[in-house]
């Protein structure tokens, strides 16, 4: 079992920055792709970004050039940098990880833009 704990969450105006970070624990072997989703209120969840574990990236187009994700594999840690943040990046924003073809959640962090 992995546990993925999330952070970073928090009120911010449009034009700000925030910086998630999402930490594993639990049985870790070999984590693969880690990544990160939001679900705004009243939708469906939706890919922000993911990355590999040898540092292959993908973004939504909704937030390139504006979000950055990356990780620390020795603290299997994934980070989300998010700028100029607008307010439809309003969601709760989810990390994942996959090991060994399973697929781990975190609980979320609420991201709130306001304009």
């Known amino acids: 079992q992995v546990q993925l704990v999330e952070s970073g969450g928090g009120l911010v105006q449009a034009g700000g920055s925030l910086r998630l970070s999402c930490a594993a624990s639990?049985?870790?072997?070999?984590?693969?792709?880690m990544g990160w989703y939001r679900q705004a209120p009243g939708k469906q969840r939706d890919l922000v970004a993911t990355?590999?574990?040898?540092?292959?990236?993908n973004y939504a187009d909704s937030v390139l050039g504006r979000f950055t994700i990356s990780r620390d594999n020795a603290k299997n840690t994934v980070y989300l940098q998010m700028n100029s943040l607008k307010p439809e990046d309003t969601a709760v924003y989810s990390c994942?990880?996959?090991?060994?073809?399973?697929?781990?959640w975190g609980r979320g962090t609420l991201v709130t833009v306001s304009s």
């Open positions: 994942s990880a996959s090991q060994w073809g399973d697929d781990y």
């Open positions: 639990g049985i870790i072997f070999s984590i693969n792709a």
């Open positions: 990355i590999t574990s040898g540092g292959s990236t």
